[in-house]
């Protein structure tokens, strides 16, 4: 079960930015800034790239 962002290693049950939640699923902006969309709080699929500069 991943819970941690694949990019950087964040929690991400812990996301820099609020999440917006529709049922079981989340979407959520972890700190280096990927989107992550998480089922009951684990993380099925990413979206974007990590900020650069």
Known sequence: MITRCPSCGWP???PAYPASTHGRVSYVRCV???WLVLDAGRV???AGGPKVG
């Open 12 to 14: 991400a049950t812990d």
């Open 44 to 46: 099925v699929a990413t």
């Open 32 to 34: 280096c800034g990927v």
